[in-house]
């Protein structure tokens, strides 16, 4: 695939992105596309490697390995090395429902999982995906697909992130009726309310839906299920349901002075901000507003990035992100083999913003939050906390043990709890009746099926908080049951 020599003849070059200072002025994309020319010069670097593994799509003791909608992309980077433009978009449409998300927010298991990566840098596979689909849609040739015939049955889906999204398009095609139900007055999930604007723009959310509105889907917005609508008259009213809830359940942090004002959730943050953003372009003032203010996130991981960017164009007076891990190596680790991604120290954008502006990466490493402080009106002043060592114990488990005298005092106003998620809402499964084991919606990837016949489930709901691909991974996979089951049943009338 791509040039025989071109993974030597060529470096590897990053996708533009706004220099930083320039960029927190905005909330915009800050990461743009390469030209044609020097994407097809990126895809002549896909070697011809005899047995790929970007594509594999498995789990490796809980590390993702490969691309796990198994895009089958060797063949789209050759067809992108040769010009062949819309016939890449052709092959990558057989296996992503949504090459412009995943493009823009995936994390790209498969550059991790790229042969060229064992010893140099890996092929720009993420740039590449996003231009093919981007092209597309720039000269036409994405077009609603209308199902010719239809069969009768009607499907529900709960939930219209990643997980929803994929079913309802595979369900779709098939010919079946689809309803998507959300709760917010936006579809999209995470997509829209989760991923802050300048990662993923809105309107490129919008243009999909859009598209899934004009080719037959059904979305019924500012509608909870088991509030507006009951789970009777959806089970009465529908052939299956399949629940793509998410696991939406934040973790709280309880201790000493957590009920302050100015102490949220990172996701209500998130959620906030971008509402307001499309809403009015924050004139109707209804988000939290961390301007000159001394700003704290809790969690290592890329939702508490996402706060720290949004800070930023907030205009906050400081930022720092604690994590409870060491700093991550700056190569593979002996234990982080090759064909899964590799965890390694990187300087991500809210990272790359937050050095040009204070001079200084925000993350603090191996840090532990003793309690919280409030003034005589309740308003958050201060963080206090102490640094830790990771021990490995004799039973060769690693354990976290404070470091006497490293107390520090931080001043702070606000303060974003991102230390990930429970698992599934769980109002609606209970009053469905499906069972629920370790806060997930119990269902196997050989049928999706709950204990209730007829209600499916898929994506985080039932896999726990995961990425955008394996979501939409989901979503194909349980809409094939699905369609399996409804083909048994009687239409309704």
């Given at each position: 695939m791509g040039k025989p020599t071109g993974f030597m003849d060529?470096?590897?070059?990053?996708?533009?992105?706004?220099?930083?200072?320039?960029?927190?002025?905005?909330?915009?994309?800050?990461?743009?596309?390469?030209?044609?020319?020097?994407?097809?010069?990126?895809?002549?670097?896909?070697?011809?490697?005899?047995?790929?593994?970007c594509h594999m799509g498995i789990e490796i003791q809980g590390a993702t390995a490969g691309c796990p909608i198994n895009n089958l992309i060797p063949e789209w980077n050759d067809l992108v090395y040769k010009g062949k433009w819309q016939e890449a978009l052709e092959r990558l449409s057989m296996t992503n429902n949504f090459p412009e998300f995943t493009g823009r927010v995936c994390p790209a298991p498969c550059e991790g999982s790229c042969t060229l990566a064992i010893s140099d840098p890996a092929v720009s596979i993420k740039n590449i995906e996003r231009t093919i689909i981007d092209k597309g849609f720039e000269n036409g040739w994405i077009v609603p697909r209308i199902p010719v015939e239809r069969t009768g049955k009607k499907i529900a889906i709960v939930g219209s992130g990643p997980a929803g999204l994929a079913s309802a398009d595979e369900l779709n095609q098939a010919g079946h009726s689809v309803t998507v139900f959300e709760r917010a007055d936006r579809v999209g999930g995470l997509l829209m309310y989760g991923i802050p604007n300048m990662k993923l723009e809105k309107d490129v959310v919008e243009r999909r839906i859009q598209l899934l509105q004009q080719e037959g889907i059904d979305f019924v917005l500012n509608t909870e299920i088991g509030k507006d609508i009951s789970a009777d008259q959806l089970k009465d009213e529908f052939d299956a349901i399949i629940l793509c809830i998410g696991a939406q359940k934040q973790r709280e942090l309880r201790m000493e002075g957590s009920d302050s004002n100015g102490v949220h959730l990172a996701m209500d943050y998130l959620t906030f901000t971008t509402k307001s953003l499309l809403d009015s372009n924050f004139a109707d003032g209804q988000f939290i507003n961390t301007k000159g203010k001394d700003v704290i996130i809790i969690g290592g991981g890329d939702t508490g990035a996402d706060c720290v960017a949004t800070a930023i164009r907030q205009n906050c007076k400081s930022v720092v992100q604690f994590g409870k891990h060491p700093q991550l190596p700056n190569t593979r680790a002996e234990d982080n083999l090759w064909p899964t991604d590799s965890n390694i120290y990187k300087l991500e954008y809210a990272y790359e913003e937050a050095e040009a502006k204070y001079g200084k990466d925000p993350r603090e490493y191996l840090i532990q939050t003793t309690r919280m402080v409030a003034d005589e009106k309740g308003n958050l002043k201060e963080l206090h906390t102490i640094h830790m060592e990771k021990i490995l114990g004799e039973d060769g488990f690693h354990f976290f043990k404070e470091i006497p005298d490293t107390e520090k005092i931080w001043p702070v106003q606000f303060v974003f709890v991102a230390i990930g998620f429970e698992g599934a809402e769980l109002s609606l499964p209970n009053q469905l009746g499906v069972n629920i084991v370790n806060k997930k919606i119990a269902a196997t990837t050989k049928d999706y099926a709950t204990n209730v016949d007829g209600v499916f489930t898929a994506g985080d709901a039932r896999k726990g908080q995961s990425l955008i691909v394996w979501a939409i991974k989901e979503g194909q996979d349980v809409a094939k049951k699905v369609n399996e089951y409804v083909s048994k049943q009687p239409v309704i009338c």
């Open positions: 060529y470096k590897r070059e990053k996708g533009k992105e706004e220099a930083p200072l320039r960029r927190i002025k905005n909330w915009g994309e800050y990461a743009s596309k390469l030209t044609d020319e020097a994407l097809q010069t990126q895809g002549a670097r896909c070697m011809d490697c005899g047995t790929p593994f």
